[in-house]
């Protein structure tokens, strides 16, 4: 039987940390994901400036730069998408992100120290596809959160407030158009959109309280939540 000190320099193997969350990948991630050891496909970006929440810090502030992070298992259920819950296993174990190989939840010193450094990020992975590579540097300036933080600010306060609206919408418009084209045009696997474009305008603007009303393809801001 282990002594009470064992038991806490060894991981148990709960699965505590993976329902979590999945990490965030960093530089020396970057030939897992370029060998598809871990696939494009389960990824998401929180974009540049996106309001997010520090699991550090513990409070919610724009992302200094792209946060790529494995999915979750499903829509409401953060728990990382390669964590086997049934065996509690790793579906990667081998390859498995950094951030999972220095994690100890009895010490987080070493977690804390690297966990904003060196992120990876969509350019990184893009460089060798520059077609997608300026798709989504485009998506990005004319969708970029800085921009979308201003044009909520000015509706709250109620300054310029129509082309404010016109001005968000629009950009609301645009990417649900992008999404839609990539598939349509491309070909495009539906399950890349969110590494490569982030979660849906339509669906973050919530976070800076704007309230919107969607009829069909056609979206409308209708008030402050």
């Given at each position: 039987?282990?002594?009470?000190a064992?038991?806490?320099?060894?991981?148990r193997?709960?699965?505590?940390c993976?329902?979590?969350?999945?990490?965030?990948?960093?530089?020396?991630?970057?030939?897992?994901?370029?060998?598809?050891?871990?696939?494009?496909?389960?990824?998401?970006?929180?974009?540049?400036?996106e309001?997010?929440?520090?699991?550090?810090?513990?409070?919610?502030?724009?992302?200094?730069s792209?946060?790529?992070k494995i999915?979750g298992?499903?829509?409401?259920?953060?728990t990382?998408?390669?964590?086997?819950?049934?065996?509690?296993?790793?579906?990667?174990y081998?390859?498995?992100?950094?951030?999972?190989?220095?994690l100890?939840?009895?010490?987080?010193?070493a977690?804390?120290?690297?966990?904003?450094?060196?992120?990876?990020?969509?350019?990184?992975?893009?460089?060798?596809?520059p077609?997608?590579n300026?798709l989504?540097?485009?998506?990005?300036e004319?969708?970029g959160?800085?921009?979308?933080?201003?044009w909520?600010?000015?509706?709250?306060?109620?300054?310029?407030?129509?082309?404010?609206?016109?001005?968000l919408?629009?950009?609301?418009?645009?990417?649900?158009?992008?999404?839609?084209?990539?598939?349509?045009r491309?070909?495009?696997?539906?399950?890349?959109?969110?590494?490569?474009?982030?979660?849906?305008?339509?669906?973050?603007?919530?976070?800076?309280?704007?309230?919107?009303?969607?009829?069909?393809d056609?979206?409308t801001?209708?008030?402050?939540?």
């Amino acid at each position: 039987m282990e002594d009470s000190a064992t038991q806490k320099i060894q991981c148990r193997r709960c699965g505590t940390c993976c329902a979590k969350g999945g990490p965030a990948l960093h530089r020396a991630d970057r030939e897992a994901v370029d060998s598809g050891k871990i696939p494009l496909k389960c990824l998401f970006t929180i974009r540049q400036s996106e309001p997010a929440y520090d699991n550090i810090r513990r409070a919610i502030a724009p992302a200094a730069s792209d946060i790529i992070k494995i999915k979750g298992a499903a829509e409401n259920d953060a728990t990382c998408i390669f964590l086997d819950q049934e065996r509690v296993g790793c579906g990667i174990y081998e390859a498995r992100p950094v951030e999972c190989r220095v994690l100890t939840c009895w010490d987080t010193r070493a977690i804390m120290a690297m966990y904003d450094q060196e992120r990876l990020t969509r350019a990184d992975l893009l460089a060798r596809l520059p077609g997608l590579n300026d798709l989504v540097t485009e998506h990005q300036e004319r969708c970029g959160y800085e921009q979308v933080a201003q044009w909520a600010e000015r509706i709250k306060q109620g300054q310029d407030k129509e082309p404010a609206v016109e001005a968000l919408l629009h950009a609301i418009r645009y990417d649900q158009s992008l999404r839609q084209v990539a598939i349509e045009r491309t070909h495009l696997d539906p399950r890349l959109l969110e590494f490569l474009f982030g979660r849906a305008l339509s669906i973050t603007i919530r976070m800076y309280g704007i309230k919107l009303a969607k009829k069909g393809d056609q979206v409308t801001i209708v008030g402050m939540l």
